[in-house]
T-cell receptor, first 115, second 113 residues
Framework: GAGVSQSPSNKVTEKGKDVELRCDPI?????LYWYRQSLGQGLEFLIY????????KSGLPSDRFSAERTGGSVSTLTIQRTQQEDSAVYLC?????????????FGDGTRLSIL | GENVEQHPSTLSVQEGDSAVIKCTYS??????FPWYKQELGKGPQLIID?????GEKKDQRIAVTLNKTAKHFSLHITETQPEDSAVYFC????????????FGTGTRLTVIP
């Protein structure tokens, strides 16, 4: 079956511009996560959506970052007034449900480059 | 919060030999420990996971061991093949509200034919 789909796969933009990254989770998965992977580093948690509950935004690095999930499916991560330190690979994952022991399945990410 | 450390950062082995990657975690409440394999330009792929009520789990050439007392867990790959070459990440989760994963910094495994 289809896995987690992310678009675009690559995005190059100028400093100060806004960007939107999209994630289509696996069909039927109620939990959705965004992570950021900087060059040569592990993954850093950003935000978590579970069903209709309020999202857990505890990992967002600044108020320039926001995310929404419409209809419990597709999610968009928005970065406003991008800075060079925002350059990274942004990964989305989904799981069948939230909570412990639920395997997270990742998309291939969006590689964001800020000039 | 949880802190996961992973060693070594790079590992080279001859084809057919075994590879071992080790991780430690700080939060005794963590109860779920997945391992991911990431190939160049791809997202992490789950290869095996273990829960805190189990000490060892095996899937063909891959095994994971967990020592809750010492708060460390390890990935063992036997009979390595060139296609095992990738970056491997360990992670830990306490299953709390977000169940977000805390990742190690990765091990770049190279299997030499």
């Amino acid at each position: 079956g289809a896995g987690v789909s992310q678009s675009p796969s690559n995005k190059v933009t100028e400093k100060g511009k806004d960007v939107e990254l999209r994630c289509d989770p696996i069909s039927g998965h109620t939990a959705l996560y965004w992570y950021r992977q900087s060059l040569g580093q592990g993954l850093e948690f950003l935000i978590y959506f579970q069903g209709n509950s309020a999202p857990d935004k505890s990992g967002l690095p600044s108020d320039r970052f926001s995310a929404e999930r419409t209809g419990g499916s597709v999610s968009t991560l928005t970065i406003q007034r991008t800075q060079q330190e925002d350059s990274a690979v942004y990964l989305c994952a989904s799981s069948l449900a939230g909570g412990s022991y639920q395997p997270q399945h990742f998309g291939d990410g969006t590689r964001l480059s800020i000039l | 919060g949880e802190n996961v450390e992973q060693h070594p950062s790079t590992l080279s082995v001859q084809e057919g030999d075994s590879a071992v990657i080790k991780c430690t975690y700080s939060d005794s409440a963590s109860n779920y420990f997945p391992w991911y394999k990431q190939e160049l330009g791809k997202g992490p792929q789950l290869i095996i996971d273990i829960r805190s009520n189990v000490g060892e789990k095996k899937d063909q050439r891959i095994a994971v061991t967990l020592n809750k007392t010492a708060k460390h867990f390890s990935l063992h790959i036997t009979e390595t093949q060139p296609e095992d070459s990738a970056v491997y990440f360990c992670a830990a989760s306490n299953g709390g509200g977000a169940n977000n994963l805390f990742f190690g910094t990765g091990t770049r495994l190279t299997v030499i034919p």
